[in-house]
């Protein structure tokens, strides 16, 4: 296992007030604003944001977008758009992979070095927490293997203890077997 496994953190929070130098929005494909995630970081954030978005026609399920942060801690905000939950049987999880690799990509193509993620697709899209958690871990481990250095911190900001504690089990399950070749 990598030393640099340590870059990847779990807190219990709200993702609008962290300090990484980016954070994650769990967009919808307008990136206009929305609920939940989407709603917390336009409101923190304020009303430049939202003209920003306005000038970025939208954002496909799966990929991702960078905004300056504006009145927040970060100094940018990437969108994802996660994918809705169907049956499972309609590329969701491929769609879920997508978000977070995209998101992590993107970071780099820009020089960000830690980055906070929320837990994509798990709320209105209503993607089973336990699944999505594995999704997500999976990605940023693969990431990690693939270029230890690339992150000084990966943080998932997880809303509730409930969400916490299902993706420190995920994790403890993942790192386990995961191939570090």
């Known amino acids: 296992m990598p030393k640099n496994i340590k870059t990847i953190r779990?807190?219990?929070?709200?993702?609008?007030?962290?300090?990484?130098?980016?954070?994650?929005?769990?967009?919808?494909?307008?990136?206009?604003?929305?609920?939940?995630?989407d709603g917390a970081i336009h409101k923190a954030a304020g009303p430049e944001l939202l003209e920003e978005c306005k000038t970025l026609e939208g954002c496909k399920t799966g990929e991702a977008k960078l905004t300056k942060a504006y009145k927040l801690k970060s100094d940018y905000v990437i969108h994802t758009v996660g994918p809705v939950y169907k049956n499972g049987s309609d590329d969701e999880k491929k769609l879920l992979a997508s978000a977070y690799r995209n998101s992590l990509k993107l970071a780099i193509a820009h020089g960000i070095k830690s980055i906070s993620f929320p837990s994509i697709s798990t709320g209105a899209y209503r993607y089973p927490v336990k699944e999505a958690s594995y999704v997500a871990i999976k990605e940023?481990?693969?990431?990690?293997?693939?270029?230890?250095?690339?992150?000084?911190?990966i943080r998932f900001v997880l809303f509730t203890k409930s969400l916490?504690?299902?993706?420190?089990?995920?994790?403890?399950?993942?790192?386990?077997?995961?191939?570090w070749r």
Do not use: H, W
Request: zero cysteines.
């Open 10 to 37: 779990f807190v219990i929070g709200d993702i609008s007030l962290q300090d990484t130098q980016a954070i994650v929005n769990a967009a919808n494909k307008t990136l206009l604003g929305g609920g939940g995630v």
């Open 140 to 153: 940023v481990l693969l990431f990690v293997s693939a270029d230890p250095n690339a992150f000084s911190e």
């Open 164 to 179: 916490y504690d299902v993706f420190i089990s995920s994790y403890n399950e993942l790192i386990q077997d995961f191939d």
